[in-house]
């Protein structure tokens, strides 16, 4: 994965067309799977995605498995710079789930109807792509609601100092963007931290989401001055963000747009 200041994390398994309604907002841990797709192999992945993969994970959501799941493609970078062409998110209810199994798979495509073994999908899905990475995260903080079709700022995060990023984020960004989901500039924000695989010699340690429903809202929300006035009265803007960049390094940020979702009703 890679980084600004936007929304996610993220995360990568199945995918596709609800609405994230509030009262199932993530929390907890989720994994966020970095996926290359081969080039020749692009429109065909597509359709699996779009029929398999989401038949297969909103199997995987019924069985309680995982409670929500996003596909986000690409949208800058793309082609051979882009690291990850997409990220798949899954999100745990509990304590997350060890990699599936060849039975664990077998059970979820029995349930989803899909008539091939766990090792014809796996194979269909090496064929058509490469895992790059799967990395554990926790969400700490998760503000508004995600669509269909909404854009994702995913900013990577460096920081020597884990607890005092986190608090002051907790303390000055989360409600400013409360109020910024309130007042329509940009749909959610949120706040993860890496779990694994972790050490000293990780590029990033935490990731920051910002939302927007619409690609012009990336480059026109402009209210942030005035709204962050009105949320921090007794703290000046200047000095707070010289503040944020003794605690972090923003490595890079990149946008995905979330193609599908899957989440659990229950």
């Given at each position: 994965?890679?980084i600004?200041?936007?929304?996610?994390?993220?995360?990568?398994?199945?995918?596709?067309?609800?609405?994230?309604?509030?009262?199932?907002?993530?929390?907890?841990?989720?994994?966020?799977?970095?996926?290359?797709?081969k080039?020749?192999?692009?429109?065909?992945?597509?359709?699996?995605?779009?029929?398999?993969?989401?038949?297969?994970?909103?199997?995987?959501?019924?069985?309680?498995?995982?409670s929500?799941?996003?596909?986000?493609?690409s949208?800058?970078?793309?082609?051979?710079?882009?690291?990850?062409?997409?990220?798949?998110?899954?999100?745990?209810?509990g304590?997350?789930?060890?990699?599936?199994?060849?039975?664990?798979?077998?059970?979820?495509?029995?349930?989803?109807?899909?008539?091939?073994?766990?090792?014809?999908?796996?194979d269909?899905?090496?064929?058509?792509?490469?895992?790059?990475?799967?990395?554990?995260?926790?969400?700490?903080?998760?503000?508004?609601?995600?669509?269909?079709?909404d854009?994702?700022?995913?900013?990577?995060?460096?920081?020597?100092?884990?607890?005092?990023?986190?608090?002051?984020?907790?303390?000055?960004?989360?409600?400013?963007?409360?109020?910024m989901?309130?007042?329509?500039?940009?749909?959610?924000?949120?706040?993860?931290?890496r779990?694994?695989?972790?050490?000293?010699?990780?590029?990033?340690?935490?990731?920051t989401?910002?939302?927007?429903?619409?690609?012009?809202?990336?480059?026109?929300?402009?209210?942030?001055?005035?709204?962050?006035?009105?949320?921090?009265?007794?703290?000046?803007?200047?000095?707070?963000?010289?503040?944020?960049?003794?605690?972090r390094?923003?490595?890079v940020?990149?946008t995905?747009?979330?193609?599908?979702?899957?989440?659990?009703?229950?």
């Amino acid at each position: 994965m890679k980084i600004s200041r936007l929304f996610l994390t993220v995360a990568l398994a199945g995918l596709f067309s609800l609405s994230l309604l509030a009262q199932t907002a993530p929390t907890g841990y989720h994994s966020v799977a970095c996926i290359k797709v081969k080039p020749e192999n692009a429109s065909e992945f597509t359709r699996w995605a779009a029929a398999d993969v989401h038949r297969f994970t909103q199997a995987r959501v019924d069985l309680g498995a995982i409670s929500t799941w996003y596909l986000l493609r690409s949208v800058i970078p793309q082609g051979t710079s882009a690291e990850c062409d997409y990220l798949v998110v899954s999100m745990y209810p509990g304590v997350p789930r060890k990699p599936l199994d060849s039975k664990e798979i077998g059970a979820a495509l029995k349930k989803a109807g899909l008539p091939v073994t766990a090792q014809e999908y796996v194979d269909k899905r090496n064929a058509l792509a490469t895992l790059v990475s799967d990395d554990l995260f926790q969400n700490q903080v998760f503000v508004g609601t995600v669509e269909k079709g909404d854009y994702f700022q995913v900013n990577y995060i460096k920081t020597a100092n884990m607890a005092d990023f986190v608090a002051y984020e907790k303390k000055v960004w989360k409600p400013l963007a409360e109020a910024m989901a309130k007042e329509g500039g940009r749909a959610g924000w949120s706040l993860n931290t890496r779990v694994m695989p972790r050490g000293s010699e990780m590029r990033f340690q935490a990731v920051t989401v910002d939302v927007f429903r619409t690609w012009e809202a990336m480059f026109t929300d402009t209210s942030i001055a005035e709204t962050f006035k009105k949320v921090h009265p007794d703290m000046e803007m200047g000095a707070t963000f010289e503040h944020y960049d003794k605690l972090r390094t923003t490595l890079v940020s990149n946008t995905y747009q979330l193609e599908d979702m899957i989440t659990s009703t229950k």
